[in-house]
């Protein structure tokens, strides 16, 4: 059986994902219920609907445990001196990560693969998740 071996910024990333994949599968459940009427009244029932938002789920997935893989390396990267370093190291990360994420949604879309707009609403599940939890916390 292969190891793989996370650093703190992936395992912490994993145990997020996990803690908000109930909330996921909720709000996913909602989009679409709501795409599918959409789809049924305009008669314009599409697949690339829900390809767009199980691609965009994926994406989503991986955007952000990208950015807990590049946390884990800028906590490696901490230190005396090397505040320059770690600073462009995450303006490089931030810079290519969402370029390489918009240019899969460009290909897929120009294909006709995914919907373009239900592919980029799960990019905000994250944002909601933890203003929801900071509600319901009372934490701020």
Known sequence: ?????????ERIALTELRSMLPFFL?????????????????????????????????????NFFFIGMASGKLLQRRGEGHAARARSFAGFVYGARYLGMFAVYWFMASFGL???????????????????????NKTV
């Open 26 to 62: 909720v709000v996913n459940g909602l989009v679409l219920i709501i795409c599918g009427l959409y789809s049924i009244f305009s008669e314009n029932l599409g697949f690339s609907l829900f390809t767009g938002l199980l691609f965009g789920n994926i994406i989503s997935a991986l």
């Open 114 to 136: 995914i919907n373009l707009f239900t592919a980029l609403i799960p990019l905000l599940y994250p944002s909601f998740y933890y203003k929801i939890m900071a509600i319901f």
């Open 1 to 9: 059986m292969i190891k793989i071996k996370f650093n703190q910024g």
